[in-house]
């Protein structure tokens, strides 16, 4: 079982430019999340869902949009980076919400110049 | 209180000494934790679940204290690989679909 697989690993983007990281899951988990970790800080929510055609705001969603067409994936996109968005992205899913074990991707390092 | 706060350590602790680590909450309504354990550059992994006043795994223990908001995770016996940084997880207020992570407290075992 590959579990949750994110692309790219890293990159480097310019000010302003746009991306996506792509984030997949193969044990057919209705939740999914994106959260991102600045250094020495805990994870923070970007956006979450709780199954195809539903999203939500998470704790900070400003300067990323999501979509979920499927199940598997959870791609999430970031408009015009800034260095702000500089950072590593977790992707995860769940089986249960708020109880149950979140399997996350190997992250995405993201560096915005 | 802030959602949830960890001491961010380091702690550096000898092979075979026991370690504690404390983590306070800010809802009181939540009713399920978990302590999950992130290696240097790598994904948080779950190592435990805490639902009622306690749970034990080996040589890992979590308490729950309701009446002081406040979870523990207790290792024992303290070996090498336990190295990592240690993430107290709890349910938002409001919100049992999103979790907050602490920042973590990061544990260093040395030979």
């Known amino acids: 079982n590959a579990g949750v697989t994110q692309t790219p690993k890293f990159r480097i983007l310019k000010i302003g430019q746009s991306m996506t990281l792509q984030c997949a899951q193969d044990?057919?988990?209705?939740?999914m999340y994106w959260y991102r970790q600045d250094p020495g800080m805990g994870l923070k929510l970007i956006y979450y869902?709780?199954?195809?055609?539903?999203?939500d705001k998470g704790e900070v969603p400003n300067g990323y949009n999501v979509s979920r067409s499927t199940t598997e994936d959870f791609p999430l996109r970031l408009e015009l980076a800034a260095p702000s968005q500089t950072s590593v992205y977790f992707c995860?899913?769940?089986?249960?919400?708020?109880?149950?074990?979140?399997?996350f991707g190997e992250g995405s390092r993201l560096t915005v110049l | 209180r802030k959602e949830v706060e960890q001491d961010p350590g380091p702690f550096n602790v000898p092979e075979g000494a026991t370690v504690a680590f404390n983590c306070t909450y800010s809802?009181?309504?939540?009713?399920?934790f978990f302590w999950y354990r992130q290696d240097c550059r790598k994904e948080p992994k779950l190592l435990m679940s805490?639902?009622?006043s306690g749970n034990e795994d080996g040589r890992f223990t979590a308490q729950l204290n309701r009446a002081s908001q406040y979870i523990s995770l207790l290792i024992r016996d303290s070996k090498l690989s336990d190295s990592a940084t240690y993430l107290c997880?709890?349910?938002?207020?409001?919100?049992?679909?999103?979790?907050?992570f602490g920042s973590g407290t990061q544990l260093t075992v040395l030979p």
């Open positions: 995860a899913s769940s089986l249960l919400t708020g109880k149950g074990e979140l399997f």
């Open positions: 044990m057919n988990h209705n939740y």
């Open positions: 869902s709780v199954g195809a055609g539903i999203t």
């Open positions: 809802n009181s309504a939540s009713q399920s």
């Open positions: 805490v639902y009622s």
């Open positions: 997880v709890v349910p938002r207020p409001g919100s049992a679909r999103q979790l907050t």
